[in-house]
């Protein structure tokens, strides 16, 4: 799946403070695992669209 590059930019930004975050708490880097998932709404809806594959 193709992720445009404003959301690469924000993800890996959330990505990078996350890491930071976690290895200020003594987490080593080497047990820590990021990943991405989204969620997509239509307008005016509260039901999610969510694909079975990424």
Known sequence: M???????NVVSSLSADAK?????????EKDIKI????HLKYKNSD???E???F
């Open 20 to 28: 930071t975050k976690l290895i200020k708490q003594n987490i080593l």
């Open 2 to 8: 193709k992720i445009t590059p404003f959301l690469q």
């Open 35 to 38: 990943s991405c998932k989204g």
């Open 47 to 49: 039901n999610t669209i």
């Open 51 to 53: 694909p079975s594959n």
